[in-house]
């Protein structure tokens, strides 16, 4: 049984995943507005990525006999100054995210919940993968410089990204 504490922190958690999937569908949205679809691609894998997070946890919660709440979901910027812009806004949300979790460890060993704080170890190993993907892309694009030809490359690189087994209908 979750506490009070947990059942309300991961529901946070939850639902930030999910805003976290909106972000990157509105990067996605913007890239492809500026013809860079397999980067735009890039940041759709992300938002379902997102998604199967917040999944995870919506299961966690149900299975420990919490109950989940959905919250309204703020709408995410629409508007970056560049490419490199929207890859290190990425990054500085990635290791926001990673925060989250460090938080949320904390309130679970605070609360003596030992099987939550597993779950939790998951998410901290998967957020070391994100945030050294998205902030080698954003190394990428500032090498990059205002090379068009380098973003071109670096896009069509991007495109042949696949969904990892998770998000190919797997567990996570």
């Known amino acids: 049984m979750l506490s009070v504490k947990l059942e309300e922190a991961l529901n946070d958690q939850l639902n930030f995943e999910v805003y976290s999937g909106y972000i990157y569908l509105s990067m996605s949205a913007w890239l492809s507005g500026k013809n860079l679809n397999g980067m735009a691609h890039w940041m759709q894998l992300q938002y379902n990525e997102e998604l199967i997070h917040a999944m995870k946890i919506f299961a966690y919660i149900n299975d420990r006999g919490g109950k989940v709440v959905l919250k309204a979901i703020q709408q995410p910027q629409t508007e ?11 990054y500085r949300h990635e290791q926001n995210v990673t925060g989250r979790f460090g938080d949320l460890i904390d309130l679970a ?5 030992h099987v939550t704080n597993v779950l939790l170890q998951w998410f901290i190993n998967e957020q070391i993968e994100e945030e050294a993907s998205v902030k080698e892309i954003a190394d990428q694009i500032a090498m990059a410089g205002e090379s068009r030809d380098s973003l071109f490359m670096l896009d069509r690189e991007m495109a042949q990204r ?7 209908g797997g567990k996570a």
């Not at 970056?80 to 990425?90: G, H, M, N, Q």
């Not at 696949?162 to 190919?168: D, G, I, L, V, Y």
């Open 80 to 90: 970056w100054k560049s490419v490199l812009d929207v890859f290190e806004t990425a």
């Open 109 to 113: 060993l605070k609360e003596r919940d």
């Open 162 to 168: 696949q969904a990892a087994p998770a998000e190919n």
